[in-house]
Nanobody
């Protein structure tokens, strides 16, 4: 059983930065992959990026390929999402999720989810 607790959301102006944290005290790094998803109003939940159980990083969304970075802090059992140059369309609820094995860009592949943290990008 893996429990996930997110923090770090909030409101920021366009062009600003935020760092989200996902603390996973039950994580076993070589067994579990942790991904970040986002659900924006009126849209499907979207996979952003994932830290695989083999410590590889997979970026799915265009935002993750240029402005978002997934970071592991193994000492604190935490995975962070550093988000830079935020845009209005980045607003939404951000979730971290975990699964055994490698990363998949499908939310139904992840049995463990955090509660979500809200990000609002607005001037």
């Amino acid at each position: 059983q893996v429990q996930l607790v997110e923090s770090g959301g909030g409101q920021v102006q366009p062009g600003g930065s935020l760092r989200l944290s996902c603390t996973a005290p039950g994580i076993t790094w070589d067994l579990h992959s942790i991904a970040w998803f986002r659900q924006s109003p009126g849209k499907w939940r979207e996979g952003l990026t994932c830290l695989s159980n083999d410590m590889g990083v997979v970026n799915w969304a265009d935002a993750a390929k240029g402005r978002f970075t997934i970071i592991r802090d193994s000492g604190r059992s935490t995975v962070m999402l550093q988000m830079n140059s935020l845009q209005v369309e980045d607003s939404g609820t951000y979730y971290c999720a975990a699964r055994s094995g490698t990363c998949y860009n499908r939310d139904d592949a992840y049995p463990w989810w955090g509660q979500g943290t809200q990000v609002t990008v607005s001037s």
